[in-house]
């Protein structure tokens, strides 16, 4: 088969043709952007597709939410078709995206796979060729994330609302950590401007209740609006409405808006006739609630727990000790379970210390544990009065041990694991499996040698032990 690369449509028109000149604008609007709101893993974006003077701003704060250090194996990006009117959809398997700045490889074997999987899927180039609402998210990819990712292109027709389950129903396998799902789509198009702020909180705000059926029911009830010049309140209905069908049922996820504006709000916009952007981030949520112990924290008892450590971070280096909390803090902080403490600067481990459990309430715990991973990690030099500011911190709240008699129980990333053997022990944090991407010999074999200093092969006649724990952090 004879490979014809897909060359860019729309450099120089939605974007800039140069090489220097994007990568100078896209700096300005990740400048310009939302900050990350969460530390979740980002499951899935829904981003605007317009010329960058327009939405570039809110395409911007929804790519921000990616760390850009992320380790994605592929990114699915998905848009409606704007030019070539057919049913189901089309991946691009002739040969890779190009833009102006650089090639993105299109992950043949994926979409080769999706085409023999479904009678719903083909693959007509001419579909992809003119089509921008995918062009116009590669850049933003490309400036933002740092690690190699490969591609698979899904142009989406927009005739039929009964391909989006069964197009959903092809890419479940592919819906899990490791690959990032791009929904490209552009909210109101040329209501006044107020109108398209109604109308686009009342699309958005549906998008986050996660229910494919009320999407439908809300596009029909705008259209029925009859709002003067509303042509259209989601112009990539049909690939946000097969997200729904791919994110529905699963309670790990969560809906959060980033940014919105329409291009009224830019300098080159007209308020009589704009088109509305939304950025909507997907979170992968980590464990709120542990499956084995049912300790639970809610979303302000993590933030509660950041500041008090943030606070004892600053506390130590200054020689000081950080006042008792409101004696009216809730249970949860109350409990005597254990945790970990770490502190990161730019990305790098820069301390990390934690224990099991003791008779300390949780709060109690996070100040020893804080102090402890800025002075007495052996690893690294105390840390200074003039970095402490600078640094993110992670909080790991542990459940208790527990002994595993066969560690095909052990799952890695939802468990840490504890090797215990003539006195000498070592642990790893469950998250260390998803950061490293090690599978189960290798985190046994990892700990039992690096951690706890018996041997790769130490844990196999070891005490091995399992636990769980909620994960959270702040970024400076």
Request: one cysteine or more.
């Amino acid at each position: 088969m004879q490979f014809q690369d897909r060359e860019p449509a729309v450099a120089g028109m939605f974007y800039e043709g140069d090489a220097g000149a994007l990568r100078k604008h896209l700096d300005e609007l990740f400048r310009h952007a939302e900050l990350p709101v969460s530390h979740d893993e980002v499951a899935a974006v829904i981003v605007p597709h317009a010329g960058y003077v327009f939405s570039g701003k809110v395409a911007a704060s929804g790519f921000n939410q990616i760390p850009a250090d992320s380790k994605i194996d592929r990114v699915f990006l998905i848009g409606s078709s704007h030019r070539v009117a057919f049913n189901g959809a089309s991946v691009y398997t002739q040969g890779d995206y190009l833009t102006p700045l650089g090639r993105v490889e299109v992950d043949r074997e994926v979409v080769q796979k999706l085409v023999d999987s479904s009678p719903e899927i083909s693959s007509d180039p001419f579909v992809h060729i003119n089509e921008h609402s995918l062009e116009v998210e590669l850049p933003f990819l490309q400036h933002h994330l740092q690690n190699p990712f490969k591609l698979v292109p899904l142009v989406m027709g927009s005739h039929d609302a009964n391909d989006a389950p069964l197009i959903a129903k092809v890419l479940e396998e592919w819906f899990r950590p490791g690959n990032l799902f791009v929904i490209s789509t552009d909210f109101s198009h040329f209501p006044a401007y107020e109108d398209a702020k109604k109308v686009d909180a009342l699309t958005a705000d549906t998008i986050l209740k996660n229910d494919p059926v009320e999407l439908l029911n809300v596009l029909e009830k705008n259209r029925q609006l009859k709002i003067e010049g509303l042509s259209t309140s989601l112009c990539g209905w049909s690939s946000v409405l097969t997200l729904l069908y791919l994110t529905q049922g699963k309670e790990n996820l969560r809906f959060e808006k980033i940014d919105y504006q329409n291009s009224g709000d830019t300098l080159l916009g007209d308020k009589d006739r704009v088109v509305g952007y939304n950025a909507i981030a997907v979170f992968r949520s980590s464990q709120t609630k542990t499956e084995e112990s049912g300790f639970s924290l809610n979303r302000e008892e993590q933030r509660w727990l950041l500041k008090r450590a943030r606070q004892a971070l600053d506390a130590t280096v200054n020689d000081k000790v950080p006042k008792a909390p409101d004696p009216s803090i809730s249970e949860n902080l109350e409990a005597p379970v254990g945790a970990f403490v770490s502190l990161y600067n730019n990305g790098k481990l820069r301390g990390c210390i934690g224990n099991f459990g003791s008779d300390a309430p949780l709060w109690k715990v996070i100040d020893r544990m804080t102090a402890a991973a800025a002075l007495n990690d052996s690893r690294f030099l105390p840390v200074t009065k003039d970095e402490a500011g600078d640094l993110d911190i992670e909080i790991s709240v542990l459940t208790p041990k527990r002994k595993v008699d066969d560690v095909g129980e052990i799952v890695p990333g939802k468990h840490g694991i504890y090797i215990e053997k003539d006195g000498r022990s070592g642990t790893f944090l469950p998250q260390v499996a998803e950061k490293t991407g090690w599978n189960l010999e290798e985190f046994l074999g990892h700990c039992a040698r690096d951690k706890a200093g018996i041997g790769w092969d130490g844990w196999k006649d070891a005490n091995v032990y399992v636990y769980e724990a909620l994960v959270f952090g702040h970024k400076k």
